[in-house]
Nanobody
Framework: QVQLVESGGGLVQPGGSLRLACTAS???????MGWYRQAPGKQRDLVARIWNGGSTGYADSVKGRFTISRDNAKNTVYLQMNSLKPEDTAVYYC??????????WGQGTQVTVSS
């Protein structure tokens, strides 16, 4: 069983930065790795995704502010979040889509942007 462990969430002021990390307990042959977020009372939405070849995609709301990256040697995907806004407040979830049709989710990490 694969476990995804997330870290890096917390409380930050508007305009600040946070870096989320998600580490898998073992190497996964993946199609893509990504980050989703879910605010209270709202659905879980895709924030950013990075494909096995390295190409990336972002939600319009975070383009130019967030950067997704991966370190295959460490089985880790990162989300660098800059210029944070109160509307970025949510629980952030790591997601990995495996090449064999398997899919994994992290437990979620809270990000709160408030003064």
């Amino acid at each position: 069983q694969v476990q995804l462990v997330e870290s890096g969430g917390g409380l930050v002021q508007p305009g600040g930065s946070l870096r989320l990390a998600c580490t898998a307990s073992r190497t996964i042959l993946s199609i893509y790795m990504g980050w989703y977020r879910q605010a209270p009372g709202k659905q879980r939405d895709l924030v950013a995704r990075i494909w096995n070849g390295g190409s990336t995609g972002y939600a319009d709301s975070v383009k130019g502010r967030f950067t997704i990256s991966r370190d295959n040697a460490k089985n880790t995907v990162y989300l660098q979040m800059n210029s944070l806004k109160p509307e970025d407040t949510a629980v952030y979830y790591c997601n990995i889509k495996g090449a064999r049709g398997d899919e994994y989710w992290g437990q979620g990490t809270q990000v709160t942007v408030s003064s």
